[in-house]
């Protein structure tokens, strides 16, 4: 029974045709099913502009719900929260919150992860630690936590980057900290804590349900499934690079034959069998298959699609099958992206600023479409829905009608 209102208090905070958290309606890099399908080709003068909103500093990607966008940034010693409307671009609210994080590597102070909205709230997780729960309606702010003050966490190499996760009454992060408060619980009403559990760090990978009552949390060191009711670890094994300067950064994802898990530093793809009780337990292991640097792939049809490869020395968009790893084809090499799936049909979002529109066909690299929609050298997720891509740069949020 517990499990069953955990699904559904799960599920019901999703929209027809919304992106309403960090990888979308299911947190796995898929649009929802009503969407329309992609084109085979853009117009000769490009996707129509809808908008463009001015941002200031940050990595963290829109979200879209219920006919607005809800976007994260900082500007000077301040993090913003707007609310946007969806078809104009239009602010409709904004609040402003001080912080004083500082990057350790001096690179953008802004916050890193998408905000998620749900039950009638956003829920923003700043580069500072600091979780904020919102009015969506009006922006105003219900309550805050700061995790990295009550909880003793590091700010690990590029601030924290865990995207909130609701479940029914309780939003999830992973927070990092010593002393048995590596994954932690609040109360969506006022932000206390439920509960705090796991020994380990923080990783840039955000947490996803495998099962009702399962929780996937990928943390710095260890593979790790939990009870979400009371934070009870089921299982956990190790999974790192093995060298100190690195990070995992893309989010498990499910497949046909298990769960799909990458990364670079030589830790490279592997598949893992998720038991309904939590258990663990490796299939297949490949070093040079697709070695996920910081972007979440995607399943379709037997086959997981993402980029491969260091950003510093750029990437190639790659097809590995899930049966046993086969790298099926890859793409020209580009410096990163983002790649989510809509019908049968690949959006691409690269580093260079340009969207892709690809088929997810394991029979070739099948480039439908190609367009400049961004400035270079970003690597924020994008949101999609209504047919609209919604992608940031460093300067401004841009909404982009991909379906006519």
Not at 191 to 213: H, I, R, T
Not at 311 to 326: A, F, I, P, Y
């Amino acid at each position: 029974m517990r499990a069953l209102i955990i699904l559904f208090a799960f599920t019901s905070c999703l929209f027809a045709a919304d992106w309403p958290q960090f990888l979308g309606p299911t947190r796995s890099n898929v649009a929802a099913a009503d969407e329309k399908a992609l084109p085979d080709s853009f117009p000769s003068t490009g996707p129509e502009l809808l908008w463009e909103k001015p941002l200031g500093d940050g990595y963290a990607g829109p979200s879209v719900a219920q006919g607005k966008v809800v976007v994260f940034h900082r500007e000077a010693s301040k993090v913003k929260l707007e609310m946007l409307e969806a078809s104009t671009g239009k602010v409709l609210w904004s609040n402003e919150q001080p912080t004083d994080y500082r990057d350790s590597f001096g690179m953008d102070e802004g916050p890193r992860a998408t905000p998620t909205v749900s039950g009638g709230k956003v829920f923003a997780h700043g580069a500072d630690g600091v979780l904020y729960a919102l009015d969506l309606k009006s922006g105003k702010k219900l309550w805050q936590v700061d995790t990295a003050k009550e909880f003793g966490s590091e700010q690990g190499f590029f601030g924290r980057a865990c995207a909130p996760l609701v479940l029914g009454d309780s939003v999830v992060l992973t927070p990092g900290g010593p002393g048995g408060k590596a994954v932690a619980a609040f109360s969506t009403e006022d932000g206390s804590l439920k509960w705090a559990v796991a020994d380990d760090e923080a990783s840039y990978a955000s947490p996803v349900m495998a099962f009702d009552d399962v929780l996937v949390c990928w943390l710095r060191n260890h593979l790790t499934t939990l009870n979400p009711m009371n934070g009870k670890v089921l299982s956990r094994e190790f999974l790192r690079p093995e060298i100190e300067a690195s990070v995992s950064a893309a989010t498990p994802i499910k497949t046909d034959r298990g769960w799909f898990i990458s990364a670079e530093y030589d830790v490279g793809a592997s598949l893992w069998d998720i038991g309904a009780d939590g258990s663990l337990h490796k299939t297949w292991d490949s070093a040079g298959t697709l070695n996920c640097h910081y972007a979440t792939p995607v399943y379709f049809d037997g086959h997981v699609y993402g980029f491969d490869g260091r950003q510093e020395s750029g990437m190639t968009l790659r097809c590995v099958s899930t049966d046993k790893g086969e790298v099926k084809w890859e793409s020209q090499r580009v410096r990163g992206g983002t790649v989510m799936l809509v019908k049968d049909k690949l959006l691409v979002m690269t580093e260079d600023g340009e969207a892709w529109i690809v088929r997810a066909s394991a029979d070739k690299f099948d480039q439908l479409a190609t367009a400049q929609v961004t400035r270079a050298g970003h690597r924020s997720y994008p949101a999609y829905a209504d047919g609209v891509l919604y992608a940031r740069d460093g300067q401004k949020l841009v909404a982009v009608r991909i379906v006519p």
